[in-house]
């Protein structure tokens, strides 16, 4: 992909954000793209490619955001979240009859070195413009449903995105503010449930503190990550796999008092 890129301009600058989105895993693959574009300046063209669909039907596609990001990936949801916080300003479906690196019509299964790195190229490098890449679409993109981050009769309900994973934390999509709003504080202890399609997997009752050093080795916490999302964890302990908790939007949380 990156050889394709520079073949359309050697100029371009190329950075990756990760390679490390688990296979097929199209929810993760929205969530850090989410997670990271809006650090990133205005015009800046994302490639995300995690593609399980590839050569089948499914749209290949350029968002364009209101606050002036470009997006190329295939439509399977991966899209969902950029488009829900950064904005819908335009989507265009690539036409490949136009927008396709040379003489690779015969391969169905790498779109994005053929079609997504080469048409991403072109518009970064101004070779082609917004409405060159293919025919505008509704103003939509395929979401993939998950539990918003909702406060309701004095608990807290939300969902665990993606794992801290080097240290086994589980981060919620719940945000401080509304954390706040439940009139939690640091120093309370929080009623927090973890659930995998409805069976409980943790239920305790944990202490909301600033950072690791305030509890014992091995004891659990709630604390509110470089996010600013309420996290869970065990101090030096990966709490992931003792409770064996994963992320996805099968994975709910609850937090009361």
Do not use: C
């Not at 993760?28 to 050569?55: C, H, I, K, M, N």
């Amino acid at each position: 992909m990156k050889g394709v890129i520079r073949g359309v301009d050697p100029k371009l600058d190329i950075f990756d954000l990760t390679h490390e989105i688990p296979v097929f895993n199209t929810w993760e693959a929205a969530y850090r793209l989410e997670q990271s574009a809006s650090y990133w300046p205005a015009g800046t063209v994302f490639v995300s490619v995690v593609d399980p669909g590839v050569g089948t039907a499914r749209r290949s596609l350029v968002l364009k955001t209101k606050t002036g990001h470009y997006f190329v990936s295939p439509d399977n949801g991966s899209l969902g979240l950029v488009a829900a916080s950064m904005g819908i300003l335009e989507v265009r479906e690539i036409d490949e009859a136009t927008n396709r690196r040379a003489s690779s019509g015969a391969s169905y299964t790498f779109h994005g070195r053929d079609v997504y790195a080469h048409t991403a190229a072109k518009l970064a490098s101004g070779r082609i413009q917004l409405g060159q890449v293919g025919k505008r679409l509704a103003d939509t993109v395929v979401t993939i449903p998950y539990q918003r981050a909702v406060l309701e009769a004095g608990t807290l309900r939300g969902m665990i995105p993606v794992l801290d994973i080097q240290y086994g934390n589980v981060w919620t999509n719940i945000p401080d503010s509304l954390l706040k709003r439940a009139g939690f504080g640091y120093g309370d202890s929080l009623r927090v449930r973890i659930l995998h399609k409805g069976k409980e997997h943790f239920s305790e009752k944990i202490l909301l503190v600033h950072t690791f050093g305030e509890v014992s080795k091995g004891s659990p916490m709630a604390y509110v990550n470089s996010l600013m999302q309420v996290s869970i964890a065990l101090n030096q302990v990966s709490f992931a796999q003792k409770y064996q908790v994963a992320s996805g939007p099968d994975w709910t949380v609850e937090i009361n008092r």
